[in-house]
């Protein structure tokens, strides 16, 4: 099992017990998962994405984690900052936040950042949110619009793109897209519709696009573990 | 041994889920789960009536793995007369309050004070949210108002407060709370968090089925705790809190 939705680092409202590189290794041994697609948490919230990049590369020294860059698509670095990745850091992956850093997927600044994945083939994670929406502290983070994704989806069908952090919900109503878009997968850490989500998840026909992802530090492993397997 | 002391046959879309009940003690291996039967908001007395025959036709069928909760809305005129045949006549071993009222409600008093009688424990719905918070939906605060009015009643603070920074820090000084970890909430810190604040004595084990299962034993077994905490969380302080025979 590989862990496509997971990070090393802090968070800014609240105390992360556990939260290097290490840790997380421990937690995947411990609960049978091979490796990973592994991105910091401080780059979200730092002015230059790349400075956090760089710090995360010195803790990966595992062979089977793929360092996932954090790009901001609105600062001037951030298209450099692929390719620079890919050259420097040996980075497999860019994922964006939009309910933080608050851009249009739709718009000109992600239109260059795609056209920059596509030359370097590189996949788009795609974080929906950070923290369940029920605990947020001291901002609201931008709800990502689902209207809005749908057209990107539409618009970059020859991406291999995972959106994390996704609802049940969004699921259901991006059910087209996922069972259309070859190479459009979603991860597991943000299903909260009760208790049996693959018997739900088959029923929509997309299970086969599902893949594990944690969302770690900020979810408890164990329990993205036990729903994921649970059959 | 697990018990999940918080649970729900049928919740606010009246679909009646007998069948996932067992099916859960089943799948988990779960040994005895308590359910408690909420109906709308703000339920006329039918709707309780309705709701608690419910799971009070369920546990009896199934006494050795169900057990169940009277759901009450205190501020209805009937709520003593549904108390008394709740507990005395139907077999409910502790009592819900959902979000009929805020918990510290004065009107709640006197049915608080029959609960302490019959050393049965309440167990409070209690959410703090950032947003699409309820009406009369209790928080932390509440409970501990509660809890210090009545020290001799048995409390149970459901979801750890919703947001346990804003639950366990109201509740950390009220001895006479306990929490349940149950919710669709798991974030990695949470737990141990509440370990460290109020202890591992007064944290039971809950899941909220069917709003969530899994994910809430994936939390205990992944807590910096030892297998024997483990298993107070499990079963050993449930065994304590509803044991009418223990009283504070």
Same mark, same amino acid.
């Given at each position: 099992?590989?862990?496509?939705?997971?990070?090393?680092?802090?968070?800014?409202?609240?105390?992360?017990?556990?939260?290097?590189?290490? &840790?997380?290794?421990?937690?995947? +041994? &411990?609960?049978?998962?091979?490796?990973?697609?592994?991105? *910091?948490?401080?780059?979200?919230?730092?002015?230059?994405?790349?400075?956090?990049?760089?710090?995360?590369?010195?803790?990966?020294?595992?062979?089977?984690?793929?360092?996932?860059?954090?790009?901001?698509?609105?600062?001037?670095?951030?298209?450099? *900052?692929?390719?620079?990745?890919? &050259?420097?850091?040996?980075?497999?992956?860019?994922?964006?936040?939009?309910?933080?850093?608050?851009?249009?997927?739709?718009?000109?600044? !992600?239109?260059?950042?795609?056209?920059?994945?596509?030359?370097?083939?590189?996949?788009?994670?795609?974080?929906?949110?950070?923290?369940?929406?029920?605990?947020?502290?001291?901002?609201? +983070?931008?709800?990502?619009?689902?209207?809005?994704?749908?057209?990107?989806?539409?618009?970059?069908?020859?991406?291999?793109? =995972?959106?994390?952090?996704?609802? !049940?919900?969004?699921?259901?109503?991006?059910? &087209?897209?996922?069972?259309?878009?070859?190479?459009?997968?979603?991860?597991?850490?943000?299903?909260?519709?009760?208790?049996?989500?693959?018997?739900?998840?088959?029923? !929509?026909?997309? +299970?086969?696009? +599902?893949? =594990?992802?944690?969302?770690?530090?900020?979810?408890? !492993?164990?329990?993205?573990?036990? *729903?994921?397997?649970?059959? | 041994?697990?018990?999940?002391?918080?649970?729900?046959?049928?919740?606010?879309?009246?679909?009646? %889920?007998?069948?996932?009940?067992?099916?859960?003690?089943? @799948?988990?291996?779960?040994?005895?789960?308590?359910?408690?039967?909420?109906?709308?908001?703000?339920?006329?007395?039918?709707?309780?009536?309705?709701?608690?025959?419910?799971?009070?036709?369920?546990? #009896?069928?199934?006494?050795?793995?169900?057990?169940?909760?009277?759901?009450?809305?205190?501020?209805?005129?009937?709520?003593?007369?549904?108390?008394?045949?709740?507990?005395?006549?139907?077999?409910?071993?502790?009592?819900?309050?959902?979000?009929?009222?805020?918990?510290?409600?004065?009107?709640?008093?006197?049915?608080?004070? %029959?609960?302490?009688?019959?050393?049965?424990?309440?167990? /409070?719905?209690?959410?703090?949210?950032?947003?699409?918070?309820?009406?009369?939906?209790?928080?932390?605060?509440?409970?501990?108002?509660?809890? @210090? %009015?009545?020290?001799?009643?048995? /409390? /149970?603070?459901?979801?750890?407060?919703?947001?346990?920074?804003?639950?366990?820090?109201?509740? $950390?000084?009220?001895?006479?709370?306990?929490?349940?970890?149950?919710?669709? /909430?798991?974030?990695?810190?949470?737990?141990?968090?509440?370990?460290?604040?109020?202890?591992?004595? $007064?944290?039971?084990?809950?899941?909220?089925?069917?709003?969530?299962?899994?994910?809430?034993?994936?939390?205990?077994?992944?807590?910096?705790?030892?297998?024997?905490? @483990?298993?107070?969380?499990?079963?050993?302080?449930?065994? #304590?809190?509803?044991?009418?025979?223990? %009283?504070?």
């Amino acid at each position: 099992m590989i862990d496509y939705n997971c990070y090393v680092g802090g968070w800014p409202f609240r105390k992360i017990r556990y939260k290097s590189f290490e &840790d997380l290794k421990r937690l995947h +041994a &411990d609960n049978n998962i091979e490796g990973g697609f592994v991105s *910091s948490t401080y780059s979200i919230f730092y002015n230059d994405p790349y400075e956090g990049d760089m710090d995360l590369r010195k803790e990966i020294t595992d062979d089977n984690y793929n360092l996932v860059l954090t790009v901001n698509p609105l600062l001037p670095g951030a298209v450099p *900052s692929v390719k620079r990745g890919i &050259d420097e850091l040996n980075a497999k992956g860019v994922k964006v936040f939009p309910w933080f850093h608050d851009f249009d997927l739709n718009g000109r600044e !992600m239109k260059t950042l795609t056209d920059e994945l596509r030359e370097t083939n590189l996949p788009l994670f795609i974080v929906l949110r950070g923290d369940d929406e029920r605990l947020q502290y001291m901002f609201s +983070a931008k709800e990502v619009q689902i209207d809005a994704l749908k057209k990107f989806l539409e618009g970059n069908k020859d991406l291999e793109i =995972y959106l994390c952090n996704i609802r !049940m919900n969004e699921v259901e109503q991006l059910k &087209d897209q996922i069972t259309s878009i070859s190479r459009l997968y979603f991860d597991f850490s943000g299903l909260k519709s009760g208790l049996f989500q693959n018997e739900q998840l088959i029923e !929509m026909g997309v +299970a086969g696009k +599902a893949r =594990y992802g944690s969302m770690w530090p900020l979810n408890c !492993m164990k329990s993205t573990v036990l *729903s994921y397997n649970l059959k | 041994m697990i018990i999940d002391i918080h649970a729900h046959s049928w919740v606010y879309d009246n679909v009646n %889920r007998d069948d996932l009940i067992l099916k859960v003690i089943e @799948k988990f291996g779960i040994d005895k789960i308590y359910i408690s039967n909420v109906y709308a908001p703000s339920p006329t007395e039918e709707e309780v009536g309705l709701a608690n025959k419910a799971a009070e036709t369920l546990a #009896k069928s199934h006494p050795e793995h169900i057990g169940a909760f009277l759901y009450l809305s205190p501020e209805h005129q009937n709520a003593l007369d549904v108390l008394k045949r709740g507990i005395e006549d139907q077999g409910f071993e502790g009592v819900k309050f959902w979000l009929s009222t805020f918990c510290d409600d004065m009107v709640v008093n006197k049915s608080v004070e %029959r609960i302490i009688d019959y050393g049965v424990p309440l167990l /409070i719905h209690s959410f703090h949210k950032s947003t699409g918070q309820m009406d009369n939906e209790s928080i932390g605060v509440n409970v501990a108002n509660l809890a @210090k %009015r009545y020290p001799e009643l048995k /409390i /149970i603070m459901a979801h750890l407060g919703g947001n346990c920074y804003n639950g366990i820090p109201a509740i $950390r000084d009220c001895k006479n709370v306990w929490v349940d970890i149950s919710s669709s /909430i798991y974030r990695a810190d949470d737990l141990n968090y509440t370990v460290e604040n109020i202890g591992v004595d $007064r944290v039971l084990f809950g899941t909220d089925c069917p709003i969530a299962y899994s994910s809430c034993i994936g939390q205990v077994l992944e807590a910096d705790l030892t297998n024997e905490e @483990k298993d107070r969380i499990f079963y050993k302080n449930a065994l #304590k809190v509803l044991d009418r025979s223990f %009283r504070l």
